[in-house]
């Protein structure tokens, strides 16, 4: 038996997720945080790159214990400090934490668990000298700042800078 036309099943089309450089004269901060457990053990990663996808800087850092989205908010005010603190002036970040994003932008409040790190994110991205673009993208487009976190997760020290890609695992860049 045939189904009918409006039964048939409708094609599906695949889309690649990946890494995408940003625009030139501009820098991305792709930034992740992780819980094992919610609250859980929780760290933090981010990688700094040029639009030719070059390594700036990273780091891992692990939080403690906390939430996954505290864990996010403390990721993204790392990013943001190291960012600072390297004197860029063009920043494009990219998080998969939509509620993160969500909570800077403007589209949700914080609640009182997250208000102090949310505000200090804030000040520092709306401080003069700079310009920060805030965007959500896709886990899959974020692999090398969720493998930063994971290892922030299970670090001793409280936080790792890495002026090269460690080279001790390399995750598919």
């Not at 994003?101 to 208000?115: E, F, K, P, R």
């Not at 886990?139 to 700042?145: D, F, G, L, T, Y």
């Not at 290892?151 to 860049?173: A, C, D, M, R, Y």
Request: aromatic share 8%; net charge positive; hydrophobic share 40%.
């Amino acid at each position: 038996m045939v189904p009918a036309p409006n039964m048939m099943a409708k094609p599906i089309n695949e889309i690649l997720i990946k890494w995408e450089p940003p625009s030139e004269n501009w820098t991305k901060l792709n930034v992740d945080g992780a819980s094992k457990g919610n609250p859980g053990l929780a760290g933090g990663g981010g990688v700094l790159r040029n639009h030719r996808g070059d390594w700036i800087k990273g780091f891992a850092a692990n939080f403690g214990m906390c939430s996954s989205v505290k864990a996010e908010m403390l990721a993204l005010l790392q990013g943001l400090r190291l960012a600072r603190n390297l004197g860029i002036a063009r920043l494009e970040v990219h998080m998969d934490s939509k509620v993160v994003v969500d909570i800077m932008t403007g589209a949700t409040n914080s609640n009182q668990l997250y208000y102090f790190t949310a505000k200090k994110c804030k000040e520092l991205i709306y401080e003069s000298g700079w310009i920060i673009k805030l965007n959500h993208h896709y886990r899959e487009s974020n692999r090398v700042a969720d493998w930063l976190a994971n290892l922030g997760v299970s670090q001793s020290t409280p936080i790792n800078i890495f002026v090269e890609h460690p080279v001790f695992h390399k995750p598919e860049w």
